[in-house]
């Protein structure tokens, strides 16, 4: 069975799913306006040992310090995207890397001569538990903040929060990320 709860962050309101025994989501109202389909509605999981240390950890992450630990996390995906997600959360706290630098770790993993930065972007985007796997730690190359589906506004606080300088970062003019949620920023 599925739970869920909220989170009120410095950012707006976060919404978490749990299997009962783990975090299975984790996402923001931008996420969950842009969704492709309908969003259902779960009994409340506020109770659940999984949703109070994801808690936990947020309260952690958003006072400004790095957790030391990471809640228990079921990952539903391809093995390809379970491997990226594991990429992910092994970024440093307060560090960016590339989609192109995570494809060359997936290529030599796979004894692969090449892997698609695209491939990766994919599965980063498919990412179920927003902040916890870091995937806000990601940018294109040439320091292009591309891609977050929690809105790019949404990514550049979360970076400044890690004090990650974010000024020299490439904001692309048009894009569907830009949006802000309504609750953001509260």
Not at 28 to 56: E, I, V
Not at 88 to 116: C, F, N, V, W
Request: hydrophobic letters at 35%; charged letters at 15%.
């Amino acid at each position: 069975m599925r739970y869920s709860t909220t989170y009120i962050s410095p950012l707006g309101t976060l919404f978490l799913e749990s299997d009962e025994t783990h975090l299975i989501g984790l996402r923001n109202n931008y996420w969950r306006q842009h969704s492709k389909t309908p969003l259902p509605s779960f009994p409340d999981g506020s109770t659940l040992t999984c949703m109070q240390q994801a808690k936990n950890w947020l309260d952690i992450y958003f006072s400004g310090q790095k957790p030391d630990f990471i809640p228990p996390l079921s990952l539903c995906g391809s093995d390809f995207q379970k491997q990226v997600w594991q990429l992910l959360l092994d970024i440093p706290y307060g560090t960016l890397t590339t989609y192109g630098e995570i494809a060359k770790k997936i290529a030599q993993i796979r004894h692969l001569k090449s892997m698609s930065a695209q491939a990766v972007g994919g599965a980063v985007g498919a990412n179920p538990i927003a902040i916890i796997i870091p995937c806000h730690r990601v940018i294109g190359k040439n320091n292009n903040l591309v891609g977050f589906g929690g809105g790019l506004k949404f990514k550049s606080k979360l970076l400044e929060l890690e004090n990650i300088p974010t000024h020299s970062l490439l904001m692309p003019k048009n894009s569907r990320f830009l949006e802000t949620p309504p609750d953001a920023f509260d």
